[in-house]
């Protein structure tokens, strides 16, 4: 089955400042990567997604990449605001099929 | 607004009780699934089914029960609770087409004393 790894499980930056937050997965005939907040005693949230026949996708701050011939995707916040931290997961799957979780990064912005 | 909704949001109980959490949905999604979260944690698989007639273990199905009611209902229960199924619950629903990702329920917290 996949599996995703994600990296770092903490991050801290400074208000303003940029994050990134790695994934790689296993199975190459994943095609399918969504990315989900959860803020401390909430539930997750879909903020992002991306397909694996586009290499990019972008919302307001938040942006996603894709490497398939790596395996790589990763999360990418610029101008980080307090309201931005949380928890953050990375998935990844097949969309007809089963999705895996990474196991999470803790995200903190200092004002 | 079509969402997940999950019963109870929490709960204590004692050990070797028997316990369910339901969980339904207005989302017309096929596929349910029960995540638990430790604190700290990341989200581990109890169960899935992707229809009425499906279900399937997940990786820490030790312990645990479910029950797909209707394509609407998806509960697990905990025949005998014990302390370490101390956890936050989510159910989550997700589609087939063009709505894969998952929609989470707001969370059961559960604990076994």
């Known amino acids: 089955g996949e599996n995703v790894e994600q990296h770092p499980s903490t991050l801290s930056v400074q208000e303003g400042d940029s994050a990134v937050i790695k994934c790689t997965y296993s199975?190459?005939?994943?095609?399918?990567f969504p990315w989900y907040k959860q803020e401390l005693g909430k539930r997750p949230q879909l903020i992002i997604d991306?397909?694996?026949?586009?290499g990019e996708k972008k919302d307001q701050r938040i942006a996603v990449t894709l490497n398939k011939t790596a395996k790589h995707f990763s999360l990418h916040i610029t101008e980080t605001q307090p309201e931005d931290s949380a928890v953050y997961f990375c998935?990844?799957?097949?969309?007809?099929?089963?999705?895996?979780f990474g196991g999470g990064t803790r995200l903190m912005v200092k004002p | 607004d079509a969402d997940v909704t999950q019963t109870p949001r929490n709960r204590i109980t004692k050990t070797g009780k028997r316990i369910m959490l339901e969980c339904s949905q207005t989302k017309g999604h096929d596929r349910m699934y029960w995540y638990r979260q430790d604190p700290g944690l990341g989200l581990r698989l109890i169960y899935y089914s992707f229809d009425v007639k499906d279900i399937n273990k997940g990786e820490i199905s030790d312990g645990y029960s479910v029950s797909r009611q209707a394509q609407a209902k998806f509960s697990l229960s905990l025949e005998s609770a014990i302390p370490n199924q101390t956890a936050l619950y989510f159910c989550?629903?997700?589609?087939?087409?063009?709505?894969?990702?998952?929609?989470f329920g707001s969370g059961t917290r559960l604990t076994v004393v």
């Open positions: 199975d190459s005939a994943s095609n399918y």
């Open positions: 991306i397909r694996s026949n586009v």
């Open positions: 989550a629903t997700s589609g087939v087409q063009g709505s894969y990702g998952y929609t």
């Open positions: 998935v990844g799957g097949d969309a007809g099929n089963m999705l895996t």
